[in-house]
């Protein structure tokens, strides 16, 4: 039985198909990549299957049952959560405080979070940070208290949306490295990204959305060397004019 | 041990002002006390603007939890307030039932009410400004009922008889034990607030505030928690309305369930700090003073004139300006302070837009 996974969900607004009979599956442990030209539907389908969209049509089912209908609070409980393209930690409370919201999750007294939050931020190397405000942190610092949060709530599955945006490419290398660090704690991941070279050295295996539906799915290797992937990519002409010439 | 190791300046300030507060009813009417204050007022009236302070203190801090904590912004919690005033007065009044039973049924009816506004907004997703609209509909709609009831009095409100001075009665000919009252209903609504900040609540409440949808995510049923925070507020605020009630001894629907009034509440907040421990306690120390010692000082200070007369006398502007504040003064008492009101909104919403606490702690909170 896969942890997560969708079946042929579709998302309509209005008249427009977002995302159309996406079928997509990850297993305990991996690491999945979401990829896709802009306005592929990859938001779209992140906010289905994390409980912030109902789906039109299809299911969606971790652990094997369906959570579709249920509230995102419901499904981070159940052990799944997600972290935010747009981070906006509590600028005027400390690193400490913010990640406690996430760890609240599971431990009810104040002193029980306090201490799994500063587990978590030793883990991501925000623990000499807990006492600053979050609001003085550089935006590679905030992306990390945003996924601090998140792995605070102690999910199987974390569902990152683009956390490498905005970042150095140093910083790129520290927050793969933390990744892969959360992954050896044994947590699920599905990212969304659009930094090509994080996604192919991240990624176990990896989906490509194009206009709402998925074009191809496989390994790293498999999507480079995938038609159909490159067509979404470049353009169609471009490939022409690239078959022309070789 | 390690708790004495842990006092810090700011914690002999609050010692120090509790000190004074419980001590002050004995030498209020001392001449080194009412030699301190402005002309016109005396210790009967230095307790009245105290226990004013402390009364919308603890109203503001009521409001605080859901406004200020948890950013469901209501300016309708006069209604919390008046179902407070009505439910212990109409038991009292009509069965005898002490007022503070009383209170604690008004607390249960007004959040009661608060959990039924939670759920219609909420349900239709109604957030900020709609929210707002909502609780100020909700509470028209109740004083408009009230004043067209029967039995609770109709426009004319419940006159409280005085059955005599005594503390299940909840009524006193002296000032002192509504003084303390006062007092006691502010430190606990502190007390319940500085819990509610260092627990998970407080914490959900916050994070609600600043993004529901980040909420959500990380486990925090936000509709749950808003619910939780307006009935908690609406019933704190409640209790406030017996107070008001065994005090004044009189209700009026126009007095006590306007929109001008549950502005007075939030404005305590917003000015002191809203989303802090202390910033409704010290927003009310600071906004009380100005509405009440104006109101004194100034009562009759210009009366008999009309702003249209005024106007049309041939006089120099100067002159003219000087009468006019003698007019807005004499308006009902009130013209003055609101004008102090403003001047305060104003400096305080330039220089420190997140209020007064907020700004005393980044300016001073290494000696703190």
Known sequence: MSILEAKGVTKIFGGLTAVKEVDFR??????????????????????????????????VLFNGSSIVGLKPSRICKLGMTRTFQIVKPFPELTVLENVMMGSFNHHARSADSRAKAMEVMELLGLAERAGELAGNLPVAGRKRVEVAKALATEPEVMLLDEVMAGLTPAEMHQMIDTVRRIRDTGVTMVIVEHVMP??????????????????????????VSNKSVMEAYLGEDFMIEAEGNA | MDYLKNLRPLHFFYLAALLVLFTLPLYAESGFVT?????????????????????FGYLSQSWNI??????????????????????????????????????????????????LIGLVSFHYGLKGPFFALVTIAFAEILRLIIQHLAFTGGPMGILIPLMGDSWWEFQFLAKEPYYYIALFMMLISIAVVWVIANSRWGFYFRAIREDEDAAEAIGIDITRY????VTLSAAMTGA?????????????????????????????AIIGGA??????????????????????????????????????QEIPAGEKFSQYLDYLAAGGGGGLAIMLYGAVLIVVCIGMPRGVVPWLRRRFGRYA
């Open chain 1, 26 to 59: 990850v297993e305990k442990g991996e690491i999945v990549g979401l990829i896709g030209p802009n306005g592929a539907g990859k938001t779209t389908f992140f906010n289905m299957i994390s409980g912030f969209y109902r789906p039109n049509e299809g299911d």
């Open chain 1, 198 to 223: 994080v996604i192919m050295s991240l990624c176990d295996r990896i989906y490509v959305l194009h206009h709402g539906e998925k074009i191809a799915d496989g390994t790293p290797e498999e999507i």
């Open chain 2, 35 to 55: 030699g301190l204050m402005p002309e016109g007022m005396d210790g009967s009236a230095l307790l009245h603007v105290m226990l004013m302070i402390f009364f």
């Open chain 2, 66 to 115: 859901s406004g200020g904590f948890a950013g469901q912004l209501s300016l309708g919690h006069a209604a919390f307030f008046g179902l407070g005033a009505y439910t212990s007065s109409l038991l009292y009044v009509n069965f005898g039932i002490s007022p503070w039973v009383g209170m604690l049924a008004g607390m249960a009816v007004a959040g009661t009410f608060g959990l």
């Open chain 2, 226 to 229: 808003k619910l939780l925070s």
């Open chain 2, 240 to 268: 406030a309305g017996t107070f008001y009630a065994q005090y004044t001894q009189y209700i009026v629907p126009d007095d006590l369930i306007i929109v001008a009034f549950s502005i007075e509440i939030v404005l305590r």
């Open chain 2, 275 to 312: 989303g802090t421990v202390m910033g409704p306690i010290v927003g009310s120390f600071i906004m009380t003073p100005l509405g009440e010692a104006t109101r004194i000082i100034f009562e009759g200070g210009g009366a008999g004139i009309s702003l249209v007369s005024l106007l049309q």
